[in-house]
């Protein structure tokens, strides 16, 4: 009887071993997120603009926006979210929508580096330089290149390089 038990005991063990040993893998495998995955291909999108593919780059983008929107939806009124939705319209050319998604991540973070930048961006592609003069005060404290970028695109020394 003993030996039944103890071998029963034995055969538990291991097979409990096995259950939490593959509980634990899948819980460590990273799946990245719709935000992460649209960051990096926002970054490559970057990198083809800057080459002059500008169709590889745009198609890139409306991946990215896909992604970003899906994003928003699952986690509704992240400023980091907003400020990537802007860019990627923006980017497509929809400047009125971009302000729009921009200014929502202000409601949020009136302080975010990189909404205050992109806003000014847009705001001088659409003639509006007093307003992205604003969006450069309010970098001002930063102590950031995002403040030196928007700067030089401001007094026309810079191309917005994205």
Not at 9 to 25: K, P, Q
Not at 55 to 62: M, T, V
């Amino acid at each position: 009887m003993i030996i039944k038990k103890t071998f029963f005991s034995i055969i538990m063990l291991i097979l409990l071993s096995t259950n939490l040993y593959s509980a634990g893998t899948d819980s460590t495998s990273k799946v990245k997120s719709d935000y992460a995955k649209a960051v990096t291909i926002i970054k490559a999108a970057k990198k083809y603009e800057k080459k002059g593919k500008l169709e590889k780059a745009k198609k890139r983008y409306e991946k990215a926006q896909a992604l970003l929107i899906k994003s928003n939806k699952k986690k509704p009124l992240q400023a980091d979210t907003l400020n990537y939705l802007g860019f990627t319209t923006r980017k497509l050319g929809d400047y009125e929508n971009g302000e729009k998604y921009y200014l929502l991540g202000l409601e949020i973070n009136p302080n975010h580096i990189g909404i205050n930048e992109y806003l000014g961006e847009l705001y001088v592609a659409t003639n509006r330089l007093d307003l992205a003069k604003e969006r450069l005060k309010i970098l001002e404290s930063c102590s950031c290149e995002e403040y030196n970028e928007l700067k030089e695109i401001i007094e026309g020394t810079k191309k917005s390089k994205y």
